[in-house]
């Protein structure tokens, strides 16, 4: 179990350098957090890489009374990248039109969020480069997976995946969209994502401000001066 989120990407900064110093060619990465729960594992790892940190907005759309089950999730982008998951959908008696409803809602949230955290940012551009995506955890990974599904479009060189807890067999699901994995625990009995934290409450809105300007200047050498 982890403290905390920052605990979690503590731990996790330590095997990602491991990682790096085994195969070289993974140097310099772009850090990319899933807001809102991913940023303060993301920091971690970014600050101990010196590595530039940005988000990947995606949101989930919950069960209906329970939201942190994911009936499926959508993906900024130019073309937002939708997934669902058919079988969560079905036990829980969605309609198409509740679907569609909801992801309209979450596209909106999703704009709502592009200009609170970009507001006066430039953002990181992601082609050729390696990619840590990162999470606080995974359970059914249907949010990850639409994450990965937008992010491949922009052909980077090479996508990890970065998460302190997952369920297993969901972890064997994703590895046919990233390079490499790294996860700290997979327990044989996953039940929820915050069953692994001690404290494991809301990161705010302010919060991921924070950590992005208290990110600002990692890896800036490494960073095109360009950015979209």
């Known amino acids: 179990m982890f403290r905390d989120r920052t605990d979690a990407g503590q731990a996790l900064a330590t095997s990602i350098e ?16 899933l807001p809102r729960g991913g940023v303060p594992v993301a920091f971690e790892i970014a600050r101990r890489l010196n590595a530039p940190l940005d988000l990947v907005l995606v949101r989930k759309i919950g069960v209906p009374g329970q939201p942190e089950l994911a009936a499926a999730a959508v993906v900024d982008g130019d073309e937002p990248q939708f997934v669902a998951n058919p079988d969560v959908i079905a036990q829980a008696g969605i309609s198409p039109a509740e679907i569609e409803f909801a992801r309209q809602r ?44 937008a992010l491949r479009r922009q052909r980077p060189a090479a996508l990890i995946l970065v ?8 972890l064997d699901r994703l590895r046919g969209d ?23 409450g809301q990161t705010p809105d302010s919060e991921v401000i924070r950590l992005l300007d208290a990110a600002a200047d990692f890896g800036a050498d490494a960073v095109p001066t360009d950015g979209a």
Request: hydrophobic share 45%; proline share 5%; aromatic share 6%.
């Open 106 to 149: 979450e596209l909106a949230e999703i704009e709502r969020g592009r200009e609170m955290y970009f507001s006066g940012r430039k953002r990181i551009p992601i082609e050729g480069r390696t990619v840590i995506v990162v999470d606080d955890g995974i359970a059914t990974g249907v949010t990850v997976r639409a994450a990965l599904k």
């Open 178 to 200: 990233v390079e490499r994995i790294v996860c700290l625990e997979t327990p044989g009995w996953f039940q929820a994502v915050g069953a692994h934290y001690a404290n494991f």
């Open 18 to 33: 491991q990682l790096i110093a085994e195969d070289p060619s993974l140097a310099s990465p772009l850090v990319l957090a």
């Open 163 to 170: 998460v302190p807890v997952a369920a297993g067999d969901t």
